[in-house]
């Protein structure tokens, strides 16, 4: 194919189904959002698709539409959520529990958060330890319930009339564990469901349903879920998109914004110790060790990617990261990051830089699922399958293709973004090399 020639894409006709595992405070969030922006109550603040604008051709050629114009992506009116969850609360009324948004704003969007009812949850204590709740399946084998999940998918297509479906993982942050024999190969992964194999996670029978069932499956948590070569051996036989893992919101986001910038600069790190506090459902999980390491394996292994200390020994070698999580209920979804960064520079002055991230989890999280679900949809209509790098962006744990490590520098992730969308419509990539300018 020439690079001119656009990527056939299928239009975005119909509803697309939403399911989501997990209906707390993120997904109620989401809902919430999406209902009051169809009614013009509010304005879709930190989405990509709906507000940012993509620069095609020269500078002075003045070509700049907004992404949403650019490439087909399905209407906010099209979009029909649905999804599970281990508690028996409706949406509006696991909103109101979260306490994220305003009662002013929920009461105008009752109605459709009380209409959305949680299906009955695959759960597994051994792999979320801190929480437990009444609304789950309770017998049969792991493939039994993953036969289950399939159904569930089926009678909500049905009963919604959806032309396609997007499953997001919006749920908890399950134990940390390894890959092991059952996750090598779709044969072996689907044998050891039937034999109720310990070793397959709850988030992993969501993602056999989901790409069983036709579905794209995106992971919004650190889980292994979709990264082992069982599931990308079955994303691209059904020739579906996955990606993942564990949405950046809060401290990753500011250490991909600030550690390409010490990088560019060729300036030293000796440490960077950072700490949070929350008192929401993600913090009571996360006190559990086996959750925290999950979480902790994806937030340390940012600086190692982008500063690259193998190729700057002198300045990057031997620096100190520490992560630590704490759960304080006082604070509820207004989660609160403390990063003290000591750097230094010429002749090796010490320098330090404090950073007090008062973020609200969900606020940050609800528009990065809005853009995974209208992009992963988009990717799904233009035969796009297996692993979406190009959806790093939005991640902590950016999935790759065996053997590649990740690109974690914001600002490269969002290149990556912004051209393989012109590359989807024939548009030449961006380099800002620019010299046709100087010619």
Same mark, same amino acid.
């Given at each position: ?11 975005? +006709?119909?509803?697309?189904?939403? *399911? ?8 109620? +969030?989401?809902?919430? !959002? ?15 698709? %709906?507000?940012?604008?993509?620069? *095609?051709?020269?500078? +002075? ?46 009461? /105008?969007?009752?109605? #459709? ?12 204590? %051994? ?10 399946? /309770? ?62 996670? #709850? ?39 996955? &990606? !993942? ?6 401290? +990753? ?14 300036? !030293? ?20 060790? !086996? ?16 500063? %690259?200390?193998?190729?700057? #020994?002198? *300045? ?36 330090? =830089?404090?950073?007090?991230?008062? &973020? ?19 990717? %799904? ?20 293709? #065996? ?6 520098? =914001? ?21 800002? *090399? ?6």
């Amino acid at each position: 194919m020439s690079e001119k020639e656009n990527v056939r894409i299928a239009p975005a +006709t119909g509803k697309l189904g939403v *399911l989501i595992p997990g209906i707390g405070a993120v997904t109620t +969030t989401l809902v919430a !959002g999406v209902e009051a922006i169809k009614r013009g109550l509010a304005q879709p603040i930190g989405s990509l698709t %709906q507000l940012a604008a993509i620069r *095609l051709g020269k500078r +002075t050629d003045g070509r700049s539409p907004l992404i949403k114009d650019f490439v087909p992506l399905a209407g906010l009116n099209d979009l029909v959520f649905g999804g599970w969850d281990i508690f028996e609360d409706n949406a509006y009324e696991a909103a109101a529990n979260a306490k994220v948004l305003e009662t002013s704003l929920l009461e /105008q969007v009752k109605e #459709p958060l009380s209409a959305l009812k949680p299906m009955k949850a695959v759960f597994d204590h %051994q792999y979320v330890k801190n929480i437990d709740g009444p609304n789950v399946k /309770q017998t049969g084998s792991k493939m039994d319930k993953a036969q289950m999940l399939m159904q569930d998918i089926r009678d909500f297509s049905e009963k919604n009339g959806t032309s396609r479906n997007i499953m997001i993982w919006c749920a908890s942050t399950e134990v940390f564990h390894r890959p092991a024999e059952c996750h090598q190969s779709l044969k072996a992964f689907e044998a050891a469901l039937h034999k109720d194999d310990p070793d397959i996670a #709850p988030s992993q029978i969501y993602a056999y349903a989901s790409l069983m069932s036709g579905v794209p499956f995106a992971n919004g948590a650190p889980n292994l879920t979709t990264d082992v070569p069982a599931m990308l051996e079955l994303a691209r036989d059904r020739s579906l998109p996955v &990606c !993942g893992k564990d949405f950046k919101t809060g401290q +990753t986001f500011m250490k991909t914004l600030i550690a390409p910038g010490l990088k560019a600069r060729m300036l !030293g790190l000796s440490g960077w110790f950072s700490t949070n506090i929350l008192g929401n459902r993600d913090g009571e999980v996360l006190e559990d060790p !086996g959750s925290f390491k999950s979480k902790e394996e994806t937030k340390l292994s940012v600086l190692e990617h982008i500063l %690259q200390p193998e190729l700057y #020994p002198m *300045l990057y070698k031997d620096f100190y990261h520490a992560v630590r999580i704490n759960y304080y209920p006082p604070r509820g979804d207004s989660k609160e990051g403390w990063d003290n960064i000591d750097i230094f520079g010429w002749l090796n002055y010490p320098m330090q =830089i404090k950073i007090d991230f008062l &973020c609200r989890d969900s606020i940050l999280a609800a528009p990065i699922v809005l853009d995974l679900v209208l992009f992963l949809d988009l990717a %799904q209509r233009a035969g796009m399958r297996g692993i979406q790098e190009w959806l790093s962006f939005y991640f902590k744990g950016p999935m790759t293709a #065996p053997g590649l490590y990740p690109e974690h520098d =914001i600002f490269i992730q969002l290149m990556k973004l912004k051209n393989t969308l012109r590359w989807m419509r024939g548009e030449d990539l961006i380099t800002h *090399l620019g010299m046709e300018y100087y010619d």
